[in-house]
Nanobody, 123 residues
Framework: QVLLVESGGGLVQTGGSLRLSCAAS????????MGWFRQPPGKEREFVGG????????NYGDSVKGRFTISRDNAKSTVYLQMNSLKPEDTAVYYC????????????????WGQGTQVTVSP
């Protein structure tokens, strides 16, 4: 069992930055690929980005490429999502997730999920 807890969300103006953290406990985070997903109000969940267990490979959704960066510190059992140049359309609840087998784009591939943290970007 892996427990994931997101933090760092909040209200920010357009063009601003936030860094989300996802702290894991229960099992060594280094065993898992990690993903970030988001769900805007009234919309379906979408893939934001993923990072391999070692941190050597990352992939991003098209809407955040060049603006968001995923990193991880396995020694601290924490994964980060640095979000720059934020836009109102980035407003969503952001979730981190863990996958024992990879860091793909499909939410159904992930075994463990956090409770989410709200990010709101004002115009």
């Amino acid at each position: 069992q892996v427990l994931l807890v997101e933090s760092g969300g909040g209200l920010v103006q357009t063009g601003g930055s936030l860094r989300l953290s996802c702290a894991a406990s229960g099992r060594p985070l280094s065993r898992y690929g990690m993903g970030w997903f988001r769900q805007p109000p009234g919309k379906e969940r979408e893939f934001v980005g993923g990072i391999s267990w070692s941190g050597g490979r990352t992939n991003y959704g098209d809407s955040v490429k060049g603006r968001f960066t995923i990193s991880r510190d396995n020694a601290k059992s924490t994964v980060y999502l640095q979000m720059n140049s934020l836009k109102p359309e980035d407003t969503a609840v952001y979730y981190c997730a863990a996958d024992l087998y990879g860091s793909g784009t499909e939410g159904r591939e992930y075994q463990y999920w956090g409770q989410g943290t709200q990010v709101t970007v004002s115009p």
